[in-house]
């Protein structure tokens, strides 16, 4: 009897803390379910509705958006019952966050911002924002609204055309507006960095417009920085190196002004605003969609919809593949379980400092973070976001040796300052000979 207890507590336990990824399948109308410990996909682990466009997972319920029925379909992650919440005919629903007690999701016919009450989900509110609303982002009481401003698509010419590129600031305490910011065209996803700045993907046009980045601050809303590639990205991701990543599950470039066609992952540092990896120098080939934890790094390769399964690609965050793992047709969005990932929907504010003497520097670098915290945890990584090194304590420092006990070349390197609260600062440092 007690050695069968012990099995049913090893077994909840193993539930609990089991590792899974969600993807929504739109040509076969069902949710993906892949075992992050086997590595073996359910293909169908319960059925969804019609062109589904995204997911996010909150409290153990995953939250579909089914844009051609109008729903919401709300899941339970373990059995996979669910039930569907009802918009107004039309809406087309596009993206969602989960927040609060309250879901936001974006109509792209309507151009409204919903607001669905989910103690009572009959109690649905919302505000009109602007032509196409996509991507989300809270930050503090303020939730950020990426209008594409997409109009019509010319299949004669392959363009497409769109409104200027805009972002509208709700203000989440009386859901009302605040203002809109001007940003660049076809504005699709957004991320905050340990700073609290807004980085927004602006796609382009899809042929001649390549991606930007613009980056404003999120209280007073003034410009940063803009960022200009010569590849077409789709999605973004703050990685846990710091460092941020672009997807590009389908992307075009430029060689000699004739347009080539790129799928693979750019990257750049937030801190200096550098691009490391433009998409033309590809990182890693694919990425529809991208998420990470701890220990891995998920990259979605969503296929052609026709003829050209799916592909989830696991790596590790030195960015060697550990693992390709065969979906559906359709797959578009995924949802993580299990792991500390970095979707998250409010940024805590850093109170990080780092300073770094002498930089650059020939064998020793030393590192002093204010506020004199005994738990940071001191990671450095390369150029390629490869953690070379890393250590604990109070004021870290770094001798030139990677973690396998060989001199690190010279060059630049990426130091990252994290403490037990999530916060995190990174310093660029040069290491010369």
Not at 140 to 149: H, M, R, S
Request: glycine share 8%.
């Amino acid at each position: 009897m007690k050695l069968i207890l012990i099995l049913i507590v090893l077994f909840s336990f193993s539930l609990a803390n089991a590792r899974e990824m969600f993807m929504v399948d739109t040509i076969s109308t069902t949710l993906l379910r892949v075992d992050l410990t086997t590595f073996v996909a359910n293909n169908d682990f319960v059925q969804i509705g019609y062109w589904a466009n995204d997911v996010v997972l909150h409290e153990d319920y995953l939250y579909v958006v089914n844009s051609a029925n109008g729903t919401v379909q709300v899941i339970n992650s373990t059995n996979g019952q669910s039930r569907e919440i009802e918009l107004e005919d039309g809406s087309s629903p596009s993206r969602i966050l989960v927040h609060g007690g309250f879901a936001y999701v974006t109509g792209l016919i309507t151009g409204k911002l919903y607001k669905i009450d989910l103690s009572n989900t009959s109690n649905i509110e919302y505000i009109e924002v602007g032509t196409s609303p996509g991507g989300l982002l809270i930050v503090d009481d303020k939730i950020f609204v990426a209008l594409t401003g997409f109009l019509s698509y010319d299949e004669e010419t392959n363009i497409s055309d769109f409104e200027p590129g805009i972002v509208a600031v709700i203000d989440l305490n009386d859901f009302s507006f605040i203002k809109n910011v001007d940003v660049s065209i076809n504005p699709q996803e957004l991320l905050a960095d340990s700073h609290g700045n807004i980085h927004v993907l602006c796609t382009g046009n899809y042929n001649d417009i390549p991606t930007e980045i613009v980056i404003f601050c999120s209280e007073d809303f003034e410009p940063i920085e803009t960022i200009t590639f010569e590849s077409s990205f789709t999605t973004i991701q703050l990685g846990i190196s710091g460092m941020v990543y672009l997807g590009g599950g389908f992307g075009m470039s430029f060689e000699d002004d004739e347009m080539v066609f790129a799928s693979g992952l750019g990257s750049y540092n937030p801190e200096t605003f550098e691009i490391l990896h433009d998409g033309i120098d590809l990182l890693v080939a694919g990425g529809q969609k991208l998420l990470y934890d701890e220990k891995y790094i998920y990259v979605l390769l969503s296929g052609d919809y026709r003829e050209i399964n799916g592909t989830l690609i696991v790596l590790n965050h030195d960015f060697e593949i550990l693992e390709e793992v065969e979906l559906g047709l359709g797959a578009l969005a995924m949802a993580l379980k299990g792991g500390t990932t970095s979707v998250a929907d409010v940024v805590r504010p850093n109170t990080l400092e780092i300073l770094s003497y002498p930089n650059p520097f020939i064998s020793h670098v030393q590192f002093e973070v204010k506020g004199n915290r005994s738990d940071v945890r001191l990671e450095i990584f390369n150029v390629r976001g490869q953690r070379v090194y890393e250590t604990t304590g109070n004021n870290p420092s770094w001798n030139g040796i990677d973690r396998n006990g060989r001199v690190a070349p010279a060059g630049v390197y990426f130091a990252r300052i994290s403490d037990s609260n999530e916060n995190m600062a990174v310093r660029r440092i040069m290491r010369i000979k």
